[in-house]
């Protein structure tokens, strides 16, 4: 039982320190580059909780409290971290794993519509750093083949002065890319929202050659796997990723990117 008991709190000292490092660089992140309430909330509630817990362990608060249950407990406890070590593991190969339908610009069929997701836009209305890449990615496209129609698609989050559709509508017009080739989706909320908008706005046009979507790296596997699942034609289905924007800013994307992916499984949206 000794033995049992230092293997579960090896497992939980390593799988709590990497939950915590993981969140505790997020919740930096936060601070400079906003999502929101709710991501506070999660970061900041791990980052305080994880000590907490710990310490309260070590000092048999727990045992005292739950009694002959506690053993149970705290083996469910290493599991649950065990899990999220190896499951954050995973995924972070999965996604960088993915090959993607990326043609040259020309070989795009006549008729086929770029879809550019949306991203942060910052308080002075000028799209942050992920989506600013996007758009440059997205311009390369439009540049090179000017029969291409683009559809900027994301919302208005509540602490953005504008909506994404329209930030990313403004930066390419700047560009020299015509207004009238860009279609604004400014509803979408969430990347579900995103793909179903633009499928609705492609569906009624006179024309459909293909749907190439625009977005970052680690969040074209999600759209890829949206897009599937949303009974897109994955074989006028094509995928173009937008370059990083560093190593360490792109580690607190996972970790977010991650929170997206339980969301997906466990609510679908």
Same mark, same amino acid.
């Given at each position: 039982? /000794? =033995?049992?008991?230092?293997?579960?709190?090896?497992?939980?000292?390593?799988?709590?320190?990497?939950?915590?490092?993981?969140?505790?660089?997020? %919740?930096? =992140?936060?601070?400079?580059?906003?999502?929101?309430?709710?991501?506070?909330?999660?970061?900041?509630?791990?980052?305080?909780?994880?000590?907490?817990?710990?310490?309260?362990?070590?000092?048999?608060?727990?045992?005292?409290?739950?009694?002959?249950?506690?053993?149970? %407990?705290?083996?469910?406890?290493?599991?649950?971290?065990?899990?999220?070590?190896?499951?954050?593991?995973?995924?972070? +190969?999965?996604?960088?794993? *993915?090959?993607?339908?990326?043609?040259?610009?020309?070989?795009?069929? =006549?008729?086929?519509?770029?879809?550019?997701?949306?991203? /942060?836009?910052?308080?002075?209305?000028?799209?942050?750093?992920?989506?600013?890449?996007?758009?440059?990615?997205?311009? =390369?496209?439009?540049?090179?083949?000017?029969?291409?129609?683009?559809?900027?698609?994301?919302? *208005?989050?509540?602490?953005?002065?504008?909506?994404?559709?329209?930030?990313?509508?403004? @930066?390419?017009?700047?560009?020299?890319?015509?207004?009238?080739?860009?279609?604004?989706?400014? /509803? +979408?909320?969430?990347?579900?929202?995103?793909?179903?908008?633009?499928?609705?706005?492609?569906?009624?046009?006179?024309?459909?050659?293909?749907?190439?979507?625009?977005?970052?790296?680690?969040?074209?596997?999600?759209?890829?796997?949206?897009?599937?699942?949303?009974?897109?034609?994955?074989?006028? +289905?094509?995928?173009?990723?937008?370059?990083?924007?560093?190593?360490? @800013?792109?580690?607190?994307?996972?970790?977010?990117?991650?929170?997206?992916?339980?969301?997906?499984?466990? %609510?679908?949206?």
């Amino acid at each position: 039982m /000794k =033995k049992y008991n230092k293997i579960l709190n090896v497992v939980i000292i390593i799988g709590a320190s990497f939950m915590f490092i993981n969140y505790f660089s997020y %919740l930096i =992140k936060l601070f400079f580059w906003s999502e929101g309430v709710l991501p506070y909330i999660v970061a900041f509630g791990v980052v305080i909780l994880l000590p907490l817990i710990l310490y309260l362990g070590k000092k048999g608060v727990f045992g005292r409290i739950f009694g002959k249950i506690y053993p149970f %407990l705290k083996t469910f406890f290493a599991i649950g971290l065990a899990f999220y070590t190896v499951s954050f593991v995973c995924l972070c +190969a999965y996604i960088f794993a *993915q090959e993607h339908n990326s043609p040259n610009v020309s070989d795009l069929p =006549k008729d086929t519509y770029i879809i550019t997701l949306g991203a /942060k836009v910052e308080s002075n209305g000028e799209p942050g750093k992920i989506l600013r890449r996007r758009l440059d990615t997205t311009y =390369k496209l439009l540049y090179a083949r000017e029969d291409l129609m683009c559809i900027v698609s994301g919302g *208005q989050g509540r602490d953005e002065p504008i909506s994404e559709a329209a930030c990313m509508k403004n @930066y390419l017009v700047e560009r020299g890319i015509s207004p009238e080739r860009i279609i604004i989706e400014d /509803k +979408a909320r969430n990347t579900i929202e995103n793909i179903e908008n633009t499928l609705a706005i492609v569906e009624k046009a006179d024309g459909y050659g293909g749907f190439a979507v625009v977005t970052t790296n680690f969040h074209l596997p999600r759209a890829k796997f949206l897009c599937e699942r949303l009974g897109v034609d994955m074989d006028k +289905a094509y995928f173009y990723s937008a370059p990083n924007t560093g190593y360490i @800013y792109l580690y607190t994307i996972l970790v977010r990117e991650y929170m997206s992916y339980c969301k997906l499984f466990l %609510l679908g949206t």
